[in-house]
């Protein structure tokens, strides 16, 4: 991203803009809470020709395996370096715009009832392409579930091991120094809650796309449920089956005070379009997608 010398009114973590139009300079005052300013969009994307280059791609590279999540995750960050609006989050009242695109996500560590979870956050990088994407999380999920912890997940197990008064006030703490981006970095670069977009896989556990509500701690403007593939029937004028079809739902949950509807729908065709010339994936971040 941009560089941009720091003025007053800066978080470290973003830049106020000051230049926004009339009714997004009040919304955030009228509509003071994110939970009440969300927009949820559950929209269905077509996966087959994805599909099909993913198990080219595996061919070609069988050290890792690139998934349907990968090229998603591949998808919103290219989408948010093209759509910069998707980038911004409201604090104390006002719009900032992220230095940095980061993408999060949870990784349970073992598919059962008692696991644990580890916490991911990673900076999108201009260069990367849907394989260095996929070989770059491949790796960091490894980690994750090898049990290499973050400095925040080391910070929660510490909190929930103290008596609930203490507890309550150092809660209060976080959130006032959340509130005006007082929060020490070395917990920021490991909490999910101050990602671009946060990401759950819910396809990995047969789950549907659902609602999944935004957070009043942390700055996280965009959440994205996936859902679990599935067929889709296509039937002809006649109603005779013609062809199935590989479908995904995805559940976008977005702050609507950081952009305009007309906004975010044209930024979720993009995807439409990735997906139905996956020979895209193959571009870098940064490369244009030709509208």
Do not use: C
Not at 66 to 75: C, D, I, P, R
Not at 114 to 126: G, N, Q, R
Not at 136 to 148: D, M, N
């Amino acid at each position: 991203m941009e560089e941009r010398k720091r003025k007053w009114g800066d978080r470290f973590d973003g830049y106020w803009v000051r230049d926004v139009d009339a009714l997004h300079a009040i919304m955030p005052y009228v509509y003071n809470r994110r939970t009440q300013s969300e927009v949820y969009v559950l929209q269905e994307f077509d996966v087959t020709k994805l599909l099909k280059y993913i198990e080219k791609q595996n061919k070609l590279h069988p050290e890792y395996k690139t998934t349907v999540f990968h090229a998603l995750l591949y998808g919103m960050g290219k989408i948010v370096y093209h759509r910069p609006l998707l980038n911004r989050f409201i604090a104390a009242g006002r719009t900032y715009q992220r230095h940095d695109i980061h993408l999060s996500f949870i990784v349970k560590k073992e598919f059962s009832d008692h696991s644990e979870e580890a916490m991911l956050k990673e900076k999108v990088m201009p260069d990367w392409t849907m394989n260095s994407l996929s070989q770059y999380i491949y790796s960091k999920v490894h980690e994750a579930k090898e049990g290499k912890e973050n400095v925040t997940e080391d910070v929660m197990d510490s909190l929930a091991k103290l008596p609930r008064p203490l507890l309550s006030v150092i809660a209060w703490v976080i959130k006032k120094m959340d509130t005006y981006g007082k929060l020490p970095r070395s917990i920021w670069e490991g909490d999910i809650n101050y990602g671009t977009v946060l990401l759950t896989n819910l396809g990995s556990i047969k789950g549907p796309a659902v609602y999944h509500h935004l957070s009043e701690y942390g700055t996280a403007s965009i959440i994205a449920a996936i859902g679990t593939m599935r067929k889709k029937p296509i039937y002809d004028d006649k109603g005779q089956l013609k062809e199935l079809r590989d479908v995904v739902d995805i559940g976008v949950i977005i702050d609507e005070r950081i952009a305009d509807g007309f906004y975010f729908s044209k930024s979720l065709r993009l995807l439409d379009k990735m997906l139905d010339k996956p020979e895209l994936f193959n571009q870098k971040i940064e490369e244009s997608i030709d509208e």
